[in-house]
């Protein structure tokens, strides 16, 4: 099934403030950070659970991967970017783990959550 326009519009929008976000926090100036502390790796999931969830709704769910896949490219630019455009930032491998980690939890949320309530959904727009 074909998501509405508007539908998508509207998920488009909220993803690209979601990643205009990540990237302001990741890129902006901060203390050289050596210690892995979780909190920091909690912001990582979170973020990019949120990202990854936001992009879901711009697919349909036989491109779930596909998204997942752009969210995880889009983490491991960012730590690129930080690595090499910031005198600030490093890049760490720990943080590509935790927007890993966010990522997976998003796709569980989107298959165990939404699978019942996603077709029930298609079932109404299809009535439309």
Not at 64 to 79: H, K, R
Not at 87 to 97: A, G, K, N
Request: hydrophobic content about 55%; aromatic content about 8%; proline content about 2%.
């Amino acid at each position: 099934m074909i998501l509405p326009l508007r539908f998508r519009t509207f998920w488009i929008g909220v993803t690209l403030l979601v990643a205009a976000i990540i990237v302001a926090g990741s890129l902006a100036p901060l203390r050289v950070m050596r210690v892995v502390t979780v909190w920091d790796k909690l912001q990582h999931a979170g973020s990019y659970c949120g990202l990854t969830l936001c992009c879901l709704g711009i697919v349909e769910r036989r491109a779930y991967l596909w998204a997942a896949g752009a969210a995880l490219l889009f983490g491991a630019s960012m730590e690129v970017a930080q690595g090499t455009l910031t005198t600030t930032r490093v890049m760490d491998w720990h943080d590509l783990v935790a927007n890993s980690t966010g990522i997976v939890a998003a796709l569980a949320c989107a298959y165990v959550g939404l699978g019942g309530w996603a077709q029930r959904v298609e079932s109404l727009l299809r009535l439309r």
